[in-house]
T-cell receptor, first 116, second 112 residues
Framework: GAVVSQHPSRVICKSGTSVKIECRSLDFQATTMFWYRQFPKKSLMLMATSNEGSKATYEQGVEKDKFLINHASLTLSTLTVTSAHPEDSSFYIC????????????FGPGTRLTVT | GDSVTQMEGPVTLSEEAFLTINCTYTATGYPSLFWYVQYPGEGLQLLLKATKADDKGSNKGFEATYRKETTSFHLEKGSVQVSDSAVYFCALANFGNEKLTFGTGTRLTIIP
């Protein structure tokens, strides 16, 4: 599998500020990463597919100007929550697609964002 | 479109009890099926997988068999431990689609 890290693990920010979350693939060159959002006691909601060297593909209903995704290298994707509001508070999880069938994904440990 | 249905939780069992968490799916073609586990405050970990009909995935005492005739992938464990307390997600990935489709998750609590 792939080892995936996220930084920070927890962040508290004030309303109106921007927060950047990093997702790193430590032992695998990932052309594709995914960003998910998880609400308390809920399943994961796919936000976007992050493609190395190109624009991310956002799921319907996800504001691309609010959730900026950059996948500048094969080992790093970043999610920036711009002008954060309390409703953006959530658990954000990234995953790495290791390619080929059976289309396995390996997940990072998640980042808990709290907007005050 | 593809979908995954899991049994509603939460599920509470005593240690050493038998566990079944039901999962059924709807998909075109021949999807790969997965069970992921999420421990408190952590991301998801792949628990087991199966890629074709009648395949049995197994790991850490957990098993699930890919049943195409019933479109099911039920998770079972013969004797659960307190350390198995977590949220379990059933998921599928269809051929040619990198995205995972998740069930809603089942919270499992094991009491000593």
């Amino acid at each position: 599998g792939a080892v995936v890290s996220q930084h920070p693990s927890r962040v508290i920010c004030k309303s109106g500020t921007s927060v950047k979350i990093e997702c790193r693939s430590l032992d695998f060159q990932a052309t594709t990463m995914f960003w998910y959002r998880q609400f308390p006691k809920k399943s994961l909601m796919l936000m976007a597919t992050s493609n190395e060297g190109s624009k991310a593909t956002y799921e319907q209903g996800v504001e691309k100007d609010k959730f900026l995704i950059n996948h500048a290298s094969l080992t790093l994707s970043t999610l920036t929550v711009t002008s954060a509001h309390p409703e953006d508070s959530s658990f954000y999880i990234c995953s790495v697609h290791v390619g080929g069938a059976p289309y396995e994904q390996y997940f990072g440990p998640g980042t808990r964002l709290t907007v005050t | 479109g593809d979908s995954v249905t899991q049994m509603e939780g939460p599920v509470t069992l005593s240690e050493e009890a038998f566990l079944t968490i039901n999962c059924t799916y709807t998909a075109t073609g021949y999807p790969s099926l997965f069970w992921y586990v999420q421990y408190p405050g952590e991301g998801l970990q792949l628990l087991l997988k199966a890629t074709k009909a009648d395949d049995k995935g197994s790991n850490k005492g957990f098993e699930a068999t890919y049943r195409k005739e019933t479109t099911s992938f039920h998770l079972e464990k013969g004797s659960v431990q307190v350390s198995d307390s977590a949220v379990y997600f059933c998921a599928l990935a269809n051929f040619g689609n990198e995205k995972l489709t998740f069930g809603t998750g089942t919270r499992l609590t094991i009491i000593p």
